[in-house]
């Protein structure tokens, strides 16, 4: 089993920047990739971005040139910074992880962008 543990989220004013991580425990293929979803209220879960444990990455064209997601594999951590902020980017935080045809989820982070 994998374990997902979400942090940094919070509320911001428009503009603004956060840092959310996830750290993952647990029986970990080394050969994964880690990915943020979010959720806004009414909405789909959506795609923000995902990187491999070999360093490649894909964004979602709302969040290109404003996010940027890296990890660090040694300890199992993802972390997303999250810069210029705009009030559509309101959205529970999801992190994710995917090996071996297994889809593992963290439990949310509220992210709030509002003046």
């Known amino acids: 089993q994998v374990q997902l543990v979400e942090s940094g989220g919070g509320l911001v004013q428009p503009g603004g920047s956060l840092r959310l991580s996830c750290a993952a425990s647990?029986?970990?293929?080394?050969?994964?990739?880690m990915a943020w979803y979010r959720q806004a209220p009414g909405k789909q879960r959506e795609l923000v971005t995902f990187i491999t444990s070999g360093g490649s990455t894909n964004y979602a064209d709302s969040v290109k040139g404003r996010f940027t997601i890296s990890r660090d594999n040694a300890k199992n951590t993802v972390l997303l910074q999250m810069n210029s902020l705009k009030p559509e980017d309101t959205a529970v935080y999801y992190c994710?992880?995917?090996?071996?045809?297994?889809?593992?989820w963290g439990q949310g982070t509220q992210v709030t962008v509002s003046s």
């Open positions: 994710s992880l995917s090996a071996m045809g297994n889809h593992y």
């Open positions: 647990g029986s970990i293929f080394s050969i994964n990739t």
